[in-house]
């Protein structure tokens, strides 16, 4: 445990509503680097609108967004990005007529001098950082559209490295795989946090995030219900956050009456003096 780490992102006391729907109220979670974590709860539960704060979909009513330590205007998808926050929503907005290499660079194309597309400098790029990602993968010439759920999920994070994520947002990444796929996710996460990249997994499924993520932040109704090391719960703990809303006994006496904050929900009594995760 070091003291010198700070969070990729935190968000504090986040507002939120629609109409008379508070959709987020009052939630704080944190980020650090080379840390996977879970966001769960159930539909309705505020995950993807907590996460279109950050991603610049949606700006807060109330709340502060820091990243790498200062305080950052996140206002819309641009913004995200030059903080180096990229999302990859479920349906993962790839052009499906299009191959792996035009959709990693759409919108941003390598031109030569002239202005002209240099698409061999593409499909070179493209291999590179696909090949790293997923040594399997070959359809390039492809439209993404004849590739597996886990392919396709290749090429959209592929394509978030390729604009410098350094945290990225993952909603709902299993919900249409199967379970070779979902694995093949898996290894692709293990990988990036390797390299240091900070991931939010939001799901409303625990069996999908709980192996990959080092802690979880839990809501239910707009609310921070807590948050957790994965290795201090069990499913069941986490289920009961997830339904009942409450802390598990066992990690309330642990953490006192600040139980549903998320520095002391992660604490054990002799890391008194840093909040970071293990690394
Ligand atoms: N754009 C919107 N307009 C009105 N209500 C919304 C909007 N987005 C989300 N909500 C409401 O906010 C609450 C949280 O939704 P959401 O963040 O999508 O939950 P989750 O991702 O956890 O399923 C729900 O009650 C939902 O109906
Ligand atoms: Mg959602």
Redesign the pocket.
Known sequence: MTTDIRPLVEMRDIHIS??G?K?VDGVSIDLYPGEVVGVL?H????????IKILSGAYVADSGTVIVDGKEARIENARDARDHNIETIYQNLALADNLDAAQNLFLGREITDRFGFLNDAAMEHKAREVLHRLNPNFQKFASPVSALSGGQRQSVAIARALLFEARVLIMDEPCAALGVHETRMVGDLIAQLKQDGLGILLIS?DLHDVFDLSDRLHV?KN?KLVGSVRTEDVTHDDVLGMIILGKMPQHLLHLAGPGATNIHGATLRPQDTETTGPTL
């Open positions: 629609f109409g729907v959709a709860g539909n309705g539960a505020g995950k993807s609108t907590l409303h809501m707009g």
